[in-house]
């Protein structure tokens, strides 16, 4: 079997470069600091966050590329018969100032398996996108998701519906009874079919990280200067609970991390910087606020 | 099997008031709201809740008592034979303004298992109470702990050290690899055992109930209006963030809460009004933040 390893794990290397580039320059203030790291059981990875931009207040660009031996748990929770992996991928999750720029969060990974000759015996892609405004802005979210659905197009016409749908299934916050946000593409196990082979998958993986710009640099682009007000601000903080909700009680992705000894501060730097709970708060009927919690009921088509 | 349920109910109902009482009186500016719910299930509950206070910038006490069929996984994770259940409790949260007055919590909860004949089978106590300062002032920390000890020394000499080094392994963040606080007493499951009826654990609970006012009252009136910076305020706000962290990663009694479809608002009245997350922060060696954090790495005895 083919291995993706080395050229996946450069594809991200240089992602990371080109997103942060970018990034600094949307920003236009502040840029990102790193931190690289090493993980005891084999690998590591470079951390770079952002804190008090002008238009990011919390944003980090992650990359790591991990191997080893899977804890017996890990094994049970991929359903897979061998335990020698190496995985890698990046992270993105971006918290911004302005409350009409919506939050966002990206991640594309890869995942190997080896026998005990240390050839290749499993393998595929994952990854997705998802974003959470708080507050609606149709043109903003239809733009998003076109930006997938042209990519996802581009491959399979299945495969946007598909995903898109796994989006809206993966990122609820069931106990609240509402979607995180207004979803996007969320993608897991790409493994070879009859139709899509590997070479196709990790094609589709890279395309799909090189959309992540596509899709939200313009939205950022075109709020980041609007006016606000304190009260929209403390709504934004009080919908950023929402999210710490869902990161630290649903997110597999956060719980693999902290189960399995991960760098905590690489894993939870997905937590915005400043964040309210309000007891039992309801924004009035009617109002822009509770526009966007009566989206978050009821996953949307987006485009017609 | 004698049933405690009408009389511990009536206690946690009564206290409640008297706790609200003295704690508006304390606060001195905002006084309880009352929210009463009904489950769908059986049962229902009082939640009360103050915010922005002079003194508790969020706060609840809240009762409950509930009876139904307990579900599966809830008869898997309590270990027992029978499903039909009543179970009952007061439960407080304080999460003051002041980075000089520690957060406080507290729960003391009856619970009773039934036969086909609606005959009591099983039944136990259990409750706790635990500190979370942001600055260590070892009076405050003496005082709490000195109040649980003399409580529980008018019992049996045992049950201070067992009861303590409950709480310390309970509040933990083990992902973190610190605790949350700096303990108190943590007990589950009294049974009556050879020694100790349940007429003994059930007086037991009730004045270990009334022993919370004793052992944070005082602390939070000498601290209340001590002067502190802005720095100080953060401090606190970061720290806040390792609340939410072991109430929606680690904490049973949440996760319960939200598996079993409790009133959402009523469980996470928990968590602290405003809250920061930092990437990597670390407060200097030698400042007052970081003896916080070097008495958290380790499990102390506060009383010689």
Same mark, same amino acid.
């Given at each position: 079997?083919?291995?993706?390893?080395?050229?996946?794990?450069?594809?991200?290397?240089?992602?990371?470069?080109?997103?942060?580039?970018?990034?600094?320059?949307?920003?236009?203030?502040?840029?990102?600091?790193?931190?690289? @790291?090493?993980?005891? /059981?084999?690998?590591?990875?470079?951390?770079?966050?952002?804190?008090?931009?002008?238009?990011?207040?919390?944003?980090?660009?992650?990359?790591?590329?991990?191997? /080893?031996?899977?804890?017996?748990?890990?094994?049970?929770?991929?359903?897979?018969?061998?335990?020698?992996?190496?995985?890698?991928?990046?992270?993105?999750?971006?918290?911004?100032?302005?409350?009409?720029?919506?939050?966002? &969060?990206?991640?594309?990974?890869?995942?190997?398996?080896?026998?005990?000759?240390?050839?290749?015996?499993?393998?595929?892609?994952?990854?997705?996108?998802?974003?959470?405004?708080?507050?609606?802005?149709?043109?903003?979210?239809?733009?998003? &998701?076109?930006? @997938?659905?042209? %990519?996802?197009?581009?491959?399979?016409?299945?495969?946007?519906?598909?995903?898109?749908?796994?989006?809206?299934?993966?990122?609820?916050?069931?106990?609240?009874?509402?979607?995180?946000?207004?979803? /996007?593409?969320?993608?897991?196990?790409?493994? #070879?079919?009859?139709? &899509?082979?590997?070479?196709? @998958? %990790?094609?589709?993986?890279?395309?799909?990280? &090189?959309?992540?710009?596509?899709?939200?640099?313009?939205?950022?682009?075109?709020?980041?200067?609007? #006016?606000?007000?304190?009260?929209?601000?403390?709504?934004?903080?009080?919908?950023?609970?929402?999210?710490?909700?869902?990161?630290?009680?649903?997110?597999?992705?956060?719980?693999?991390?902290?189960?399995?000894?991960?760098?905590?501060?690489?894993?939870?730097?997905?937590?915005?910087?400043?964040?309210? @709970?309000?007891?039992?708060? %309801?924004?009035?009927?009617?109002?822009?606020?509770?526009?966007?919690?009566?989206?978050?009921?009821?996953?949307?088509?987006?485009?017609?």
């Amino acid at each position: 079997m083919k291995s993706y390893k080395d050229s996946f794990y450069q594809h991200i290397c240089n992602l990371q470069d080109e997103i942060c580039n970018r990034l600094t320059i949307l920003d236009g203030k502040e840029t990102f600091l790193e931190d690289k @790291w090493k993980r005891p /059981g084999g690998g590591g990875g470079r951390t770079r966050i952002m804190t008090n931009g002008h238009v990011i207040e919390k944003g980090g660009v992650n990359i790591s590329g991990v191997h /080893g031996t899977l804890p017996p748990q890990m094994v049970e929770y991929l359903k897979v018969s061998n335990n020698q992996f190496f995985a890698c991928g990046i992270s993105i999750v971006l918290h911004p100032k302005n409350p009409f720029v919506p939050t966002v &969060h990206a991640n594309f990974r890869y995942f190997e398996l080896y026998d005990g000759n240390k050839n290749v015996v499993d393998q595929w892609f994952a990854g997705g996108a998802d974003m959470t405004p708080y507050y609606i802005n149709e043109e903003d979210i239809k733009h998003f &998701h076109l930006t @997938w659905k042209e %990519h996802c197009d581009t491959y399979d016409l299945d495969l946007y519906p598909t995903f898109k749908g796994a989006c809206d299934e993966y990122f609820y916050n069931s106990h609240r009874e509402e979607a995180r946000g207004v979803g /996007g593409i969320f993608f897991d196990y790409l493994r #070879p079919t009859s139709t &899509h082979s590997s070479d196709m @998958w %990790h094609q589709f993986t890279v395309d799909a990280s &090189h959309a992540f710009l596509t899709a939200y640099e313009p939205i950022a682009k075109r709020r980041q200067d609007l #006016p606000y007000t304190e009260e929209q601000r403390d709504w934004q903080e009080i919908r950023r609970g929402r999210y710490v909700e869902f990161n630290l009680i649903h997110d597999k992705g956060t719980l693999f991390g902290l189960r399995t000894k991960g760098r905590i501060e690489s894993i939870l730097m997905s937590l915005p910087s400043h964040v309210q @709970w309000k007891y039992d708060f %309801h924004p009035e009927q009617g109002t822009e606020e509770s526009k966007l919690l009566d989206v978050l009921k009821q996953p949307k088509n987006w485009i017609e």
